[in-house]
């Protein structure tokens, strides 16, 4: 899934793509090099960032996704937490809801998907992007998480998304220390209890940074090593801003996975 952030602020692209011409041009360059879908952004969820308005957020993306309608082919994912987001996205073409809040950030967006037989992206998350790096807590990072998806998809299916249209995401970087993102990734595979398709955001996460002392400019290979252990450990979707080496890895780990089942 290749990431078009359309805001001034994102932590390692903030700005580059406010121009509608600009972003089309990012959106079909993800396109070619082999993204399988595109997921727009029009407010950052770095942590700290400030909140923007609904009517902000929807003059931010609507241009853009309007410009790619005609253009993409793959599916368009909308990352957003408003109802009204969402709405204005899904009627220009978008037809998944990346909710970073699992639904819990606007009590009416879990209708509106269900009602647009779109699908939807869960994402955990511990407290909001404001304030969700300070002194993060969990008694086990790993089966909270799972919890926290597990009834995330109760209420998703109980609004009445199909569940074949539900992806779940453990939400590196978001109310997590680096000793939390780093036992997540170590032990990924038991998410795969949830028997859900498994989307991972590692791409120059500041974990990464912080483990390894690189700035977000220099992350790939971190980003790229990380996504290796992610898929051996089962992930199914990896949320990226560099789609072409990441197709080369993921080439090859599948390559090596089915080399290895074929011989068992
Ligand atoms: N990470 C970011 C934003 N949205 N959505 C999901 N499902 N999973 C993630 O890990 C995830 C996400 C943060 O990355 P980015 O969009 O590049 O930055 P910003 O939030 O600053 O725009």
Redesign the pocket.
């Known amino acids: 899934m290749g ?1 078009l ?1 359309v ?1 001034p ?6 700005g580059r793509f406010l121009d509608p011409a600009l972003a089309e041009k990012r959106a079909l360059t993800l396109q070619d090099e082999g993204a399988h879908f595109l997921d727009v ?1 029009g407010e ?3 942590p700290g ?1 400030h909140p923007v308005s609904a009517r902000e957020e929807i003059r931010r993306i609507l241009p853009v996704l309007k410009r790619l309608l005609k253009k993409i082919k793959i599916p368009i994912s909308v ?1 957003t937490t408003k109802h009204d987001v969402a709405l204005a996205a899904l009627d220009h073409g978008a037809c998944i809801i ?1 909710d ?1 809040t699992a639904l819990s950030g606007d009590r009416r967006m879990a209708k509106l998907i269900a009602r647009h037989e779109a699908s939807v ?1 869960l ?1 955990h998350m511990q407290g909001r992007p404001g304030t969700m790096q300070k002194n993060p807590r969990y008694r086990d990072v790993v089966s909270d998480v799972k919890q926290f998806l597990k009834k995330a998809v109760q209420k998703a299916l109980q609004a009445g998304i199909a569940r074949d249209r539900v992806m779940v ?1 453990p ?3 978001f109310g997590k220390t680096m000793e939390h993102n780093m036992e997540l990734l170590s032990r990924l595979d038991e998410l795969g209890s949830l028997k859900l398709p498994l ?1 991972v ?1 590692l791409s ?1 996460k500041s974990f990464l940074g912080h483990l390894l002392g690189v700035a977000t400019p220099q992350r790939l290979a971190a980003s790229l090593a990380a996504a290796s252990v992610a898929i051996e450990r089962g992930a199914h979707v990896l ?1 990226i ?1 560099d789609v072409s080496p990441h197709r080369q890895l993921a080439l090859l780990v599948d390559h090596t996975r089915s080399l290895r089942n074929k011989g068992q």
Do not use: C, P, Q
């Open positions: 990431v952030n805001t602020d994102s932590f390692s692209d903030g952004g950052s969820s770095r960032a990352d990346n970073i992206i994402m995401d939400g590196f970087g989307l955001g120059r949320r801003h």
